[in-house]
């Protein structure tokens, strides 16, 4: 615990924003398969709301509910990945080995023998019964008593923990395209929410389509800078001069980015077309 900071001031933090434990794991459940335990992520997302408030220093300027939830989430996607048990190498051997017993069941008219299947795949018998009983567990995790969830859910190549990420980054995503300035946001939203044309936006806006490009531009960089500030902080281009005007302006957009995100804007849903854009743009900042 910080020297300057008492028990009293840590137990204050962590129960005024005890809620963001709740939000970040219902955030993560929509995300991911229901065998996932509400009741580990809540655990693992408490003890770093815990851990967030003994290490906090006020003197950042960041404010703690930016802190801690990037705290939380991440003590969270460390939860899914113990989780996961079931590797990528994993689940593409499971698949291989599906494809290839269809194949020859095909082609034989019967059910293909171990070896068989070994000499399609060009390995040893070994790694058929390897990936069998891989595939087997895999199965049985998903066996909820009268749900036939097994029946149902279908693999993917994202494990939990990358299907929550790529959510979480459309999820900022959103709330970095309305936290732009205006004229910034005007040119984003219009081109790649709005399906709108350069020349329609130049019109609006009393611009050459040129300048509309210029923004573009701008506005992508500045998307680009405000993901990378939460998600990956050395990405962030080191600026020549840490306290000029642009900076400062630049800090306060990704400080509004985070305070949005953690809010959840949950209106933005409702904009038309708003998340294949949001996914289109995201490609583009990525």
Do not use: C
Not at 264 to 274: C, E, F, K, Y
Request: no cysteine.
């Amino acid at each position: 615990m910080s020297a300057n900071k008492s028990t009293a001031e840590v137990t204050a933090l962590v129960e005024q924003h005890l809620p963001l434990v709740g939000y970040n794991v219902s955030e993560i459940l929509h995300r991911v398969p229901p065998t996932v335990s509400r009741d580990e992520l809540a655990s693992a997302g408490a003890l770093a709301l815990v851990l967030a408030a003994r290490g906090y220093d006020p003197s950042t300027n960041v404010p703690f509910a930016r802190y801690a939830t990037l705290r939380i989430k991440g003590a969270l996607l460390d939860e899914l990945r113990s989780m996961d048990w079931a590797t990528r190498g994993a689940r593409r051997r499971s698949r291989e080995l599906e494809a290839a017993t269809e194949r020859l069941h095909a082609a034989l008219g019967r059910t293909p023998t171990r070896g068989e299947i070994a000499e399609t795949l060009g390995v040893q018998v070994a790694a058929v019964d390897e990936a069998r009983a891989d595939a087997e567990r895999r199965v049985m995790s998903l066996d909820v008593p009268g749900t036939g969830i097994a029946d149902t859910v279908r693999d993917s190549d994202r494990t939990p923990e990358e299907q929550v990420l790529a959510a979480e980054r459309v999820h900022w995503l959103r709330a970095a395209v309305e936290e732009l300035p205006d004229r910034l946001r005007a040119v984003i939203g219009g081109l790649y929410l709005e399906d709108r044309s350069i020349a329609e936006i130049a019109t609006e806006l009393g611009v050459t389509q040129s300048r509309v490009s210029q923004l573009r531009t701008e506005g992508l960089t500045l998307l680009r800078d405000g993901l990378n500030s939460a998600f990956d902080p050395d990405l962030v281009p080191v600026p020549e001069r840490p306290d000029g005007v642009a900076e400062r302006r630049r800090q306060a957009y990704y400080a509004s980015i985070a305070a949005r995100a953690a809010l959840g804007a949950t209106h933005l849903d409702s904009v038309p077309r708003q998340r294949d854009g949001v996914e289109q743009t995201a490609d583009l900042v990525g």
